[in-house]
């Protein structure tokens, strides 16, 4: 009986996204992908799981689409300080302004973790939620997702942008393709932290319930539809 409630507690606070297909074709840059995705809405990144302790929370949103090549995710971010330290893939990017990306292709067994500052340096994980079983992509990996950014700053205050172009070899340990995306379950959450920023925080797509941060938690991930 516990577990029945907790299915439905857990089913009722799923969100989910229908991703539509969209022809990239070979148009790369900011500026094309940017207008290729304009069509489509936006995605707040907005609760606060832990605002008694972390009461700051940035203006966070992303939208998402596929074509037969890659998904293809935008971010948009506004916050008071955007820091990006780390230059290197696999240094500590969640300590930065960060956007995170966590997809899982079998039920939530395994996921993947997509974590990049505004300067395009990434980190790629994979394996279950037990962190000294997962495994990191190498930098030449990480190196297969494309990304572009864009970053304002006036006296209106701070903006970045940001898209990623996932080809579906970055999934180095998965078989995903086109089809296999729009024939199975898919699960996801999405995230913007910034660990070492002066006001720290931290902000899911999908709530999650825990009592501290913690965006290691596949059962509070959302569900995707690929159209």
């Given at each position: ?108 067994k395994h996921y ?107 059962e509070f991930f ?6």
């Open positions: 009986m516990l577990s029945l409630c907790l299915y439905l507690v857990l089913l009722y606070m799923t969100n989910s996204i229908i991703v539509p297909s969209i022809d990239f074709g070979d148009l790369k840059g900011y500026q094309s992908l940017n207008k290729l995705l304009s069509a489509i809405a936006w995605n707040d990144i907005a609760i606060a799981n832990w605002n008694h302790d972390y009461p700051y929370a940035p203006k966070a949103k992303f939208r998402i689409a596929y074509d037969q090549q890659a998904i293809v995710i935008q971010y948009k971010i506004e916050e008071e300080v955007i820091k990006a330290h780390y230059y290197m893939h696999n240094d500590n990017i969640w300590e930065d302004s960060c956007v995170e990306f966590f997809i899982s292709f079998d039920n939530r993947y973790n997509f974590e990049f500052n505004p300067i395009g340096a990434g980190l790629i994980g994979y394996g279950t939620s037990i962190k000294a079983e997962r495994s990191r992509l190498t930098r030449q990996q990480i190196d297969q997702v494309e990304v572009f950014t864009c970053i304002e700053r006036n006296n209106l205050g701070t903006q970045w942008s940001l898209i990623q172009y996932i080809p579906y070899s970055a999934f180095s340990y998965s078989q995903v393709t086109y089809a296999f995306l729009k024939e199975n379950p898919i699960f996801a959450n999405f995230y913007k932290c910034g660990d070492h920023l002066p006001k720290p925080h931290f902000l899911s797509w999908n709530k999650i319930n825990h009592p501290t941060p913690n965006f290691h938690l596949p959302g569900e995707l539809f690929f159209e």
